[in-house]
């Protein structure tokens, strides 16, 4: 018996992927109920050994862990992880790189990653949760190196036109 999509709203939930510009994107990683801190913790100690142990050492050291801020991701048991595993390579909360509050335009899961997979999933309804399953799968196999390589350039060009911005700005102040 196939689940509804009303169903699929309360049972569903993807994982922040694992990407790298020359890796391309690790996952989705689905988990039924509440995500909870704990589950969370569960489900990256699940995911991140396979993907690290498969990597040529130096393409770790291109890959970065991003999460946002959501409730799960805050706890102390995910920071000490993912610290561990990728020392200062991780942005978000609790991270070396903290993301801007309120700014998806530098954010890049914000600004395009959740944009891509949710235009192409629901291009139409999906009639069935396990429709819906298989294009997050495929949206998320279509993210290239290539794409996540252009995706780097775009963060790069926010991240200066903020500079220049901010220092236009200041220096109106100081005038």
């Known amino acids: 018996m196939s689940s509804t999509l009303g169903e699929a709203s309360q049972s569903?939930?993807?994982i922040s992927c694992l990407s790298s510009i020359r890796v391309g994107?690790?996952?989705p990683v689905f988990h039924e109920g509440t995500l909870t801190g704990q589950r969370y913790l569960e489900l990256l100690q699940d995911v991140i050994p396979d993907f690290v142990e498969n990597l040529p050492l130096h393409q770790l050291r291109n890959v970065w862990f991003q999460h946002d801020g959501a409730p799960p991701h805050k706890i102390s048991n995910v920071k000490q992880y993912l610290m561990d595993i990728f020392q200062n390579q991780v942005i978000g909360y609790g991270g070396f790189v903290q993301c801007p509050p309120r700014s998806p335009d530098l954010t890049p899961?914000?600004?395009f990653l959740w944009g891509h997979i949710k235009g192409q999933a629901y291009a139409t309804p999906p009639p069935t949760l396990q429709d819906l399953r298989r294009?997050?799968?495929y949206a998320c196999a279509s993210v290239t190196p290539a794409l996540l390589h252009n995706v780097q350039r775009e963060i790069q060009s926010r991240v200066q036109m903020l500079w220049w911005l901010?220092?236009?700005i200041l220096s109106n102040i100081n005038q």
């Open 12 to 14: 569903y939930c993807p």
């Open 25 to 27: 994107l690790i996952g």
């Open 109 to 111: 899961l914000d600004f």
């Open 135 to 137: 294009r997050i799968t």
């Open 166 to 168: 901010t220092e236009s």
